[in-house]
Each structure stands twice: as C-alpha cells, then as structure tokens.
C-alpha cells in the first residue's frame, strides 16, 4: 500500500501541471511606439516637432506558468523646436534597452500580464550619455497562432537626468514570433 501512495502523488501532479499554462520557448519581433512625455528637461519652452517615435527589436524567452524574460532594443527619436518661431530645432535621439520579467495571467485568448525590470539609456546627442532605470508597466495580448500582438504601457523612473526627463512614460505596441 507504501508504494501506491508515491505513484497516485505523481499521478495527480502530472494532471495538474497538463491543466497549467506550459508556453515555452523563443520568440522575436518587433516593438513601436511613442512616449507620451517630453523627453527633454532642458527648458519648458520647448515643443515637440514632427512626430515622436520609438521603434526596436524584441526577444523573448517564454517560461512555463506564464512567465517570461524580455529584452528590447528602443530608438527614440524626436524634433523640439522652441515655442517662438525662427529658432532652432533640437534633435533628440536615444538608444534604450530595458530587460524585464513578464508575467502572463492565465485568461483564454487575450492575456493581461503585468512586467518590471530596468533599462538602460544612451543618447546620442546631448551631454548626458546614458544612465539606468528602472520600468514597470502593464499591457495585454493576443495570440493568434505563433503571431502575438501586444498593447502595453511602461513607466520608467531614470536614475540621472540633468538634460532629460527623469520620469518617463511609453506607449508600446508589439509584434512577436
């Protein structure tokens, strides 16, 4: 009777975890988007020009249970041109990479999941080089297949800005395989 007792416990624990969400492996794709907030602390005079973007490669490494491990690799670009006519227009551009843990809520077709992790920030053009963050955010998905379509919106609190914004918010929309 000893020996039943282990094998009716692996039994039921193998039907629970066929019951659990088992997604795993791979994917990449593709992130855009546009962040909501002026990056620029510099003067508040300043305006956004044109239109702001943020756009960038994604990997994902999907985990059993509905967690995840993501790395995106952000350009933001932007135009600020002073709010009086006849001045110049500032260029803005930076290369961002936040790294992040996702978690995956366990709902039939569209997905809420919740994420936060860091970031880490280069401009290209300004006397502040780079600096860390650290991000969170929530979003939504859809998989339709292999293809995953994505809404989220992410929060980073940078830890230097001098000519930038400490506080950032995004708006991302993702494509991944």
């Not at 593709?30 to 020009?49: D, R, Y």
């Not at 919740?114 to 650290?134: M, P």
Request: proline share 6%; hydrophobic share 40%.
């Amino acid at each position: 009777m000893k020996i039943h007792r282990p094998l009716l416990a692996l039994l039921l624990a193998s039907g629970c975890l066929s019951a659990q969400h088992l997604d795993f492996g791979l994917g990449f794709g593709v992130k855009g988007g546009w962040a909501p907030t002026n990056v620029s602390n510099v003067s508040t005079k300043l305006f956004a020009e044109g239109d702001p973007y943020i756009v960038g490669p994604v990997v994902e490494l999907r985990l059993p249970f509905g967690f995840a491990a993501e790395v995106d690799g952000l350009y933001h670009h932007a135009d600020y041109g002073p709010a009086t006519t006849g001045g110049q227009v500032t260029n803005y551009s930076a290369w961002e990479v936040p790294y992040m843990a996702k978690f995956r809520f366990p709902i039939p077709l569209l997905k809420p999941f919740i994420l936060g992790g860091g970031a880490w920030r280069q401009t290209t053009n300004s006397a502040e080089l780079s600096s860390n963050g650290v991000l969170g955010g929530v979003g939504i998905e859809l998989r339709i297949a292999r293809l995953r379509l994505s809404t989220e919106g992410r929060y980073i609190h940078w830890g230097s800005g001098e000519f930038t914004k400490r506080d950032q918010a995004e708006v991302l929309f993702g494509l991944i395989f």
